[in-house]
């Protein structure tokens, strides 16, 4: 079940700072390598990804790292030309980079906008606009996976106007585009997670937790989690690798949100 043996993966933002722990993209390039795909990644700093290559390679998987800046079309076209020439197809694209500035309109400086919107949204124009013709002239076509948030969904206490409204926009561009390419053999989807813990969550509880009280700041985030536990990379990990395999081949155009029920709940469980 859920094999991807030979098949190619790019991966967009797969590094990950430290060892302690796993980031979303970082362990769903693990998993994907795990269940047979050959990594090909992208990411901003080189030593980050050098890491999560590091990691795979420990494990037997194959995978590859490319300094890539994926709100830059020269770079994310870089990408995706050095990961075609080497395997001569790419079967499966990830698109994971994202991140939260937080913010509402009246207080958000312009440049922050700019930037949240070229790095949650305009990122996934310009890998597909770059990835979709190479998986369209394949015969076994290919699918995209982009990672969105609950905040795209609901407000989730906390103003992050921008980064709201990139990651719902990641939606509706996904769902628009697999129509679009559902008799072309490529299958689009998103996967749309809730509160998770990563090292990037730690980071958050270092900067917003009041008084510095990291351990409190963690517990009011499992706390607003129905199943009162925040999830981990690998529940995301799990629901991308099932919309990257061929078991969810009748699925395009559509949402796994991986939640804890967040999104199902009132909001004052
Ligand atoms: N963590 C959560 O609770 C949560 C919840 C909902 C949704 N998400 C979404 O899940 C995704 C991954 O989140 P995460 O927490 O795992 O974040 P993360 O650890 O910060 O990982 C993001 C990765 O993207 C890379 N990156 C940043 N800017 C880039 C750029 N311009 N070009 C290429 N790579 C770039 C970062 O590289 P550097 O190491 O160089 O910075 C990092 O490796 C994001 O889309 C996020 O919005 C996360």
């Known amino acids: 079940m859920l094999r991807l ?3 190619i993966a ?3 933002g797969l590094g990950q700072t430290s060892d302690d722990g796993w980031g979303i993209g970082a362990a769903i390039a693990m998993k994907l390598s795990q269940q047979g795909a050959i990594i090909f990644g992208g990411n901003r700093t080189l030593p980050a990804a050098a890491r999560t290559k590091a990691r795979i390679e420990a494990e037997g998987g194959t995978c590859d790292i490319q300094q890539t800046d994926v709100t830059n079309s020269e770079s994310t076209k870089a990408l995706v030309n050095a990961c075609f020439e080497k395997h001569g197809r790419i079967d499966i694209l990830i698109n994971n980079v994202g991140k939260s500035e937080p913010g509402c309109p009246a207080t958000m400086q312009e440049e922050i906008w700019d930037q949240q919107v070229d790095l949650n949204l305009k990122s996934i124009y310009l890998t597909t606009h770059f990835v979709l013709p190479i998986m369209e002239k394949q015969k076994t076509g290919g699918t995209v996976i982009n990672v969105s948030s609950i905040a795209g969904l609901r407000y989730i206490g906390k103003p992050q106007v921008a980064y709201s409204t990139t990651k719902a926009a990641i939606m509706q561009f996904t769902k628009a585009t697999a129509v679009i390419y559902a008799d072309r053999g490529v299958r689009l989807n998103t996967v749309v997670p809730g509160l998770i813990y990563t090292p990037y969550t730690r ?6 937790a009041p008084g510095g009280d990291e ?6 985030r499992d ?7 925040m999830g981990d990379a690998w529940d995301v990990a799990n629901a991308t690798l099932f919309l990257a395999a061929d078991e969810s081949q ?3 155009g559509q949402e796994i949100v991986v939640d804890g029920g967040i999104t199902s709940s009132t909001g004052r469980v």
């Open 5 to 7: 043996d030979g098949k």
């Open 10 to 12: 790019l991966i967009t």
């Open 203 to 208: 980071a958050l509880a270092k900067r917003y």
């Open 215 to 220: 351990e409190s700041y963690m517990k009011m």
């Open 223 to 229: 706390d607003q989690v129905p199943m009162k536990k």
């Open 250 to 252: 009748y699925i395009t």
